[in-house]
């Protein structure tokens, strides 16, 4: 159980960003929310309906879930707690949680699906940058004693040289679409759901020929 407990908290605290995705309630619910004072115990009602949201782990032991209500300036806060002592898978996996373990009102279930991916690979021509020296002395004239003393000081300068280069490479895609279903305690009835996705690429060369 603990080893499927982090895989959600693992991947939104890698990415450091927001999931953006669509939250929908099937009825009016009511979230706990943190009273900055006294802490937890506040409310936050999110009625039935659908809303812009997103997710992300606000630290290692909290997911936060921001839901956008219609004519809201700021967005709803939701927090879940990660229970402590659990390691943390990368990518694909479950999370479940007890509203006792969450900190909330409901029961937590989510799922993480992750798809790696690579393009063919692809060929072309880019621009490029290379570095050449070149011995510069100048002279260089100080008072010295009263007397105007002159010397030649001499330094490597750096010359940037700009140019194209033949290149071959490929895209490197991870595709991962979040799960997250709001229960009734003790039972198994979604009255709510967050669906979102994040989609990675990374160009990957497998060959870059000489910068001319």
């Excluded at 393009?119 to 004693?145: A, D, K, L, P």
């Excluded at 009835?189 to 020929?209: A, C, I, W």
Aim: with cysteine.
């Amino acid at each position: 159980m603990k080893k499927a407990l982090l895989t959600i908290s693992a991947l939104l605290f890698v990415s450091c960003s927001p999931i953006s995705g669509i939250f929908k309630a099937s009825e009016d619910l009511s979230f706990k929310g943190i009273k900055y004072v006294t802490g937890w115990g506040s409310e936050v009602p999110v009625k039935m309906g659908e809303y812009k949201s997103s997710i992300i782990m606000e630290n290692k032991k909290t997911l936060l879930l921001k839901i956008t209500k219609t004519g809201q300036t700021n967005p709803s806060e939701i927090r879940f707690k990660i229970p402590k002592n659990t390691t943390l898978p990368e990518y694909n996996g479950e999370l479940k949680l007890t509203a006792k373990e969450a900190k909330q009102n409901y029961d937590l279930f989510a799922q993480v699906d992750t798809e790696f991916r690579s393009s063919s690979q692809m060929h072309g021509t880019e621009s490029c940058t290379w570095e050449s020296y070149r011995r510069v002395c100048r002279e260089i004239c100080r008072i010295e004693n009263g007397r105007n003393i002159c010397r030649d000081e001499c330094f490597n300068e750096t010359i940037t040289h700009h140019g194209s280069q033949d290149v071959e490479y490929h895209y490197n895609y991870t595709d991962r679409e979040f799960n997250i279903n709001i229960l009734t305690p003790g039972t198994e009835e979604v009255v709510g759901n967050f669906t979102g996705n994040d989609h990675d690429s990374d160009k990957v060369y497998d060959y870059q020929g000489r910068c001319y």
